[in-house]
């Protein structure tokens, strides 16, 4: 079941999504919605708060978001960022976690193989000895 917010909380999502809080401090953002802020503290902790104040980000910033994307060729070239080359090589789908490993034939037939090469490559290395 999800729990729906109320329109005080609402409010306080409306100012918190803005780039540092509007200019605004935590306590300052409490003064102006008329509550302590003990109860903003509260509301931050709450998943369902949380949750909806990421989307509420995401609603403010989806439209400077080919901007970022443009701009991440240059912060890789220019400062080296290994980081931001793997975010745009995952946003672009090619880069993923996904790790496939397959195996061919019987293992134990394989691993009686090295180990048997092991052992031919010990010996040997015996005898230039």
Request: aromatic share 4%; charged share 30%.
């Amino acid at each position: 079941m999800v729990k729906k917010l109320s329109e005080l909380q609402i409010s306080a999502i409306q100012y918190l999504a803005l780039p540092k809080r509007g200019g605004l401090t935590y306590e300052q953002v409490a003064a102006e919605l008329g509550i302590t802020d003990k109860t903003l503290r509260a509301w931050r902790k709450d998943d369902a708060f949380n949750e909806e104040l990421k989307r509420q980000i995401m609603r403010s910033t989806i439209d400077r978001l080919p901007e970022v994307m443009e701009s991440i060729p240059d912060h890789i070239i220019k400062d080296g960022n290994a980081a931001m080359f793997r975010t745009l090589l995952q946003a672009h789908g090619l880069l993923t976690d996904k790790v496939e490993v397959s195996t061919q034939g019987n293992n134990a037939t394989d691993i009686d193989e090295m180990k048997a090469r092991i052992e031919e490559l010990r010996a040997g290395r015996k005898e230039n000895i």
